[in-house]
């Protein structure tokens, strides 16, 4: 489990950023799937979410996960929410004692926490929803909220490296029609072209005035840091693959 040292300082709040180790399931998905949306057997990614909550002391039916699908969904969890496994890639809650948690695989999972009124929230930014603008719908949303950018503080989590994610022109033609200025998010490399999604969603906290921002510099994509990877799983032939928790 990683943390980030921007909110370990931060006292009565849990987090943690889980990569593939110290769970149950086999092949594939070892050992720490948390995919709820894989081919996993359901009891392996029972225990493993038991595995995960026993780490940061809650009980795994406790943990709050989403349906997610590569959007600009969220969702706000306070005392009169009562819809169940909604389809949101981001969730934001007012509530104590109650763990929010997103699913990764490359993409980039995000925290945030406003220290004044107490309210966190939880993103699944994969191009896509970052593209679509998720991030600063939901900070919008926490600041109508009470919110105060000065208060809160970011945190993007492990995800894949600039190094690693090859990208297609189009791809690149799609962003540069946005906004010309995020031709600096790409990078030419031995006549193949390279998308860096940390430094989109940076740039994305930075333009919404985030000053306190933390980045785990961890590639997902690398074997050796032992997280779960769509896109090495595809260069494998994988037919599937587990996924990271973070909460």
């Known amino acids: 489990m990683f943390k980030s040292k921007k909110l370990l300082k931060i006292k009565n709040l849990k987090h943690g950023f889980f990569n593939s180790l110290g769970g149950h399931s086999k092949g594939i998905y070892k050992s720490l799937n948390c995919g709820i949306g894989s081919n996993d057997k359901r009891s392996n990614i029972k225990k493993n979410l038991q595995k995960v909550g026993k780490k940061i002391n809650i009980k ?54 406003d220290n004044e009124i ?42 894949i490296s600039f190094k690693n994610y090859e990208v297609k022109e189009n791809f690149k033609k799609k962003f540069i029609k946005k906004d010309k200025k995020n031709s600096i998010f790409f990078t030419n490399s031995k006549e193949k072209l390279y998308f860096n999604l940390t430094k989109y969603i940076y740039s994305s906290l930075k333009i919404i005035k985030i000053k306190h921002i ?15 990877s769509a896109r090495r799983a595809l260069k494998l032939n994988h037919n599937d693959y587990g996924r990271n928790i973070s909460i």
């Not at 699944?124 to 809160?152: D, P, Q, T, Y």
């Open 118 to 159: 107490k309210m966190i929230a939880a993103i699944h930014a994969g191009w896509k929803g970052a593209f679509k603008g998720i991030i600063n719908k939901v900070i919008k949303f926490m600041i109508k909220k009470g919110c105060r950018i000065e208060n809160m503080t970011a945190v993007i989590g492990p995800a």
């Open 60 to 113: 795994a039916k406790d943990i709050f996960l989403v349906s997610q699908f590569h959007s600009d969904k969220f969702i706000y969890i306070d005392e009169k929410y009562k819809k169940k496994k909604p389809k949101a890639d981001a969730i934001i809650t007012n509530l104590k004692n109650f763990p929010i948690a997103i699913l990764t695989a490359d993409c980039a999972p995000i925290l945030i926490y």
């Open 214 to 228: 933390d980045i785990l510099k961890i590639d997902t994509f690398d074997i050796k840091n032992n997280f779960f």
